[in-house]
T-cell receptor, first 115, second 114 residues
Framework: AAGVIQSPRHLIKEKRETATLKCYPIPRHDTVYWYQQGPGQDPQFLISFYEKMQSDKGSIPDRFSAQQFSDYHSELNMSSLELGDSALYFC??????????????FGPGTRLTVL | AQKITQTQPGMFVQEKEAVTLDCTYDTSDQSYGLFWYKQPSSGEMIFLIYQGSYDEQNATEGRYSLNFQKARKSANLVISASQLGDSAMYFCAMREGGQEKLVFGTGTRLLVSP
């Protein structure tokens, strides 16, 4: 079965650089979520999109922005990178009609290292 | 206040034994969902089991079962017949009614020994 695809899988950047992470949800999933997991931490919700519109927002820094495109893929843009942005970034997707169930299928993550 | 509390930073169990990973939650919503995810050292998040707040029966998925005690606000994961491949980090998470996001606990690292 198709899974959530994230690219790149690993990314190394310098401080103050920019990074773009991409997420391709499971086909027919229209909701995308982004989470950030720092070293030894639990995943923290950043932002979500439903039908290409932002549906919920968490602790996402102003330096970060995200969007969902017409083909439902999503991109997380990160500017002025800081050392503390080094983390595993997960994208998850879910289909409509789940009600309270709303299982989120996670991608393999993008490991970002800021030097 | 913490929404999800996992009080066991680490747990050890011998192969073939059962183990219970604790999770308590805090919400004033009547409608919510509770999830358990497994994160091996490779990093991916693997969905294990779900319990809805209105579900009267405890959820089961193969060797995984969820001991749901609503009045005590606990949703403990029980893994029966542990296998070496069960060694991983386990996260309890909650989705409150009307919200999109999952809120995670701090996780429990399970080590299964031969």
């Amino acid at each position: 079965a198709a899974g959530v695809i994230q690219s790149p899988r690993h990314l190394i950047k310098e401080k103050r650089e920019t990074a773009t992470l991409k997420c391709y949800p499971i086909p027919r999933h229209d909701t995308v979520y982004w989470y950030q997991q720092g070293p030894g931490q639990d995943p923290q919700f950043l932002i979500s999109f439903y039908e290409k519109m932002q549906s919920d927002k968490g602790s996402i820094p102003d330096r970060f922005s995200a969007q969902q495109f017409s083909d439902y893929h999503s991109e997380l843009n990160m500017s002025s990178l800081e050392l503390g942005d080094s983390a595993l970034y997960f994208c998850a997707s879910s289909p409509i009609g789940q009600g309270d169930y709303n299982e989120q299928f996670f991608g393999p993550g993008t490991r970002l290292t800021v030097l | 206040a913490q929404k999800i509390t996992q009080t066991q930073p680490g747990m050890f169990v011998q192969e073939k034994e059962a183990v219970t990973l604790d999770c308590t939650y805090d919400t004033s919503d009547q409608s919510y969902g509770l999830f358990w995810y497994k994160q091996p050292s490779s990093g991916e998040m693997i969905f294990l089991i779900y319990q809805g707040s209105y579900d009267e029966q405890n959820a089961t998925e193969g060797r995984y079962s969820l001991n749901f005690q609503k009045a005590r606000k606990s949703a403990n994961l029980v893994i029966s017949a542990s296998q070496l491949g069960d060694s991983a980090m386990y996260f309890c998470a909650m989705r409150e009614g009307g919200q999109e996001k999952l809120v995670f606990g701090t996780g429990t690292r399970l080590l299964v020994s031969p």
